[in-house]
């Protein structure tokens, strides 16, 4: 069996971010004072004018990122679940 390297899904979602970026001009992270813990963080740190923290204020970020989406932008709205419920 191969060696395989075990990350937190939080550091795949990271990075994951940071490599769709490469691909997609037109992608927009929305965070909610979460950056740090979902590591979406690293995307704004790569892409600043194409992060957008909504501090904690969960539904206003899910209507910002729908609005955005709308404009035919790929977006990715970050928290934890039980926060956008």
Known sequence: MADVQKIAT???YGKALVEL?????DLLVFD???AEA????????EYPDRFVD????EANMIGMAAGVAA??????????????S
Do not use: N
Not at 21 to 25: A, F, I, Q, T, V
């Open 21 to 25: 970026g490469k691909e997609h001009d």
């Open 10 to 12: 939080r550091e795949a």
């Open 54 to 57: 909504c501090g904690i204020a």
């Open 71 to 84: 404009t035919g932008h790929k977006v990715f709205a970050t928290s934890f679940a039980m926060f956008t």
């Open 32 to 34: 909610a004072d979460l």
């Open 38 to 45: 979902t590591r979406s963080g690293k995307y704004g740190e």
